[in-house]
């Protein structure tokens, strides 16, 4: 049996938890205090997804691309707004199933401006071997986020019905 599954395995059971909705800035606010992530492109007409470093400028994402990558080989159409992309992003903690998910949706271009690029190349710290050539915009339309949180927990109120295990049941009166 490998390392994972002796650790799930050996994982003890959590409640349900709630998703709650993140704003759009909240959402960003998180995709800015993590660097790396996963983005979703479409590679030979099927979805492919690759984990990548990142930064934000202001909005948009800036994904660090390596040379001899698929993601290297993307280009969009000199005309319109760019590939459509997905990115996302996660911190989870496996023991407790507490956390979030960020997923951006837009339109991605390659960096092309050499200024730009230089500025990129000294934001992102490549997580793997071999210097960061190229950087990919995503600029995004849609920005949806969830918090993984506890239950809130309500107290139901006893039926007063004297059905067993109730406060009617087992009051002096009953």
């Known amino acids: 049996m490998n390392e994972y ?6 994982s003890r059971e959590v ?7 993140l704003s759009r800035t909240d959402a960003l ?5 993590v660097s790396l992530g996963r983005i979703v492109f479409t ?9 990548v470093n990142h930064c934000l400028d202001g909005d948009d994402v800036i994904v660090g691309l390596h040379d001899g990558t698929t993601l290297a080989s993307l280009t969009a159409p000199s005309e319109g707004p760019g590939l459509v992309v997905a990115y996302e992003a996660d911190v989870i ?23 730009q690029l230089d500025h990129y190349r000294s934001v992102l710290r490549p997580w793997v071997t071999g210097a960061m050539q190229h950087a990919l915009r995503i600029q995004p339309d849609i920005v949806t986020g969830l918090r993984l949180t506890v239950q809130p927990w309500t107290a139901t109120p ?16 009953a």
């Open 5 to 10: 599954a002796d650790q799930a395995k050996g």
């Open 15 to 21: 409640a349900p938890r709630h998703l709650t909705p």
């Open 93 to 115: 903690d496996a023991e407790t199933h507490l956390g979030w998910s960020v997923v951006v949706t837009g339109y991605a271009r390659l960096v092309t401006h050499p200024d």
């Open 29 to 33: 606010r998180l995709l800015g205090g």
């Open 43 to 51: 590679h030979q007409a099927l979805p492919a997804v690759r984990p």
């Open 158 to 173: 006893a039926p007063l019905n004297g059905t067993p295990g109730t406060a009617a049941a087992n009051s002096p009166s």
